[in-house]
């Protein structure tokens, strides 16, 4: 069975509109914990727009498997290196983008990125590099030293999405994944995921783990908003 990620960056940023603690992280954590979450995804990006450094502090000295993601630099290696989060994914990352907009230029950033590598390798933290589908940047990543990568599904998601097709985008990813597997990598999944292209993906099985966020903390909000009005009426009744 593969493995499920759930990132919960957006719940800081709920959060953080009101400048107070509520929805908590950390309440937040330990329940999809308990209701079967493999590890969980947070995203330190350089301008704080969402989850903090007092956040990551507390998830990784909590009892969670953390995956964090961070942007290909020194500082940040340094912060995750004094956090030891379990995980650490690489991604690229812009001031003015909403969300990560694609996968790491692994030729442009190779000795950077591979020196960030070998140093969180060192210290036993597993570390991924987040990438476009293709078999250059699976062979690149092989060079660079990980053990495992997140293939960025957004042009697949986008096209399902749309409903257009997307059977060519289906086969690329496939094809990534038995290479990777082939030549030692673990190959995860992420980025605009919902119901659908996860299942469309859940066929490819050399893809043992999906990192999910954004999609379900919104489908969360629409499944639990009724239960909560239902309390607040049982309350001022």
Do not use: W
Not at 44 to 64: A, T, V, Y
Not at 94 to 108: D, F, P, V, Y
Not at 158 to 170: A, G, I, Q
Request: glycine share 6%; proline share 2%; with cysteine.
């Amino acid at each position: 069975m593969s493995r499920l990620g759930i990132n919960i960056d957006h719940v800081a940023t709920l959060r953080n509109a009101r400048g107070e603690d509520h929805p908590n992280i950390l309440e937040i954590a330990k329940i999809v914990k308990s209701s079967g979450a493999n590890s969980i995804t947070i995203h330190l990006r350089e301008d704080r727009r969402h989850i903090n450094d007092k956040d990551l502090s507390i998830l990784c000295n909590s009892n969670f498997l953390i995956n964090m993601e961070m942007a290909a630099n020194f500082k940040m290696m340094n912060i995750a290196l004094k956090n030891k989060p379990k995980f650490v994914c690489i991604v690229p990352e812009k001031r003015n983008e909403i969300t990560t907009e694609g996968g790491l230029n692994l030729k442009k950033n190779f000795n950077q990125i591979k020196k960030i590598v070998k140093k969180l390798n060192q210290n036993k933290i597993r570390t991924s590099l987040f990438i476009d589908p293709t078999i250059n940047n699976i062979a690149l990543s092989k060079k660079i030293g990980v053990n495992c990568v997140e293939l960025h599904t957004g042009k697949i998601s986008r096209l399902v999405k749309k409903k257009k097709k997307f059977k060519k985008e289906f086969l690329k990813i496939k094809e990534c994944s038995k290479f990777g597997k082939t030549n030692g990598i673990e190959i995860h999944a992420g980025h605009g995921l919902d119901y659908k292209t996860t299942k469309i993906l859940s066929k490819i099985n050399e893809i043992t783990e999906y990192n999910i966020g954004h999609f379900i903390i919104g489908e969360s909000i629409k499944i639990g908003i009724s239960k909560v009005i239902l309390k607040f009426k049982k309350i001022i009744r």
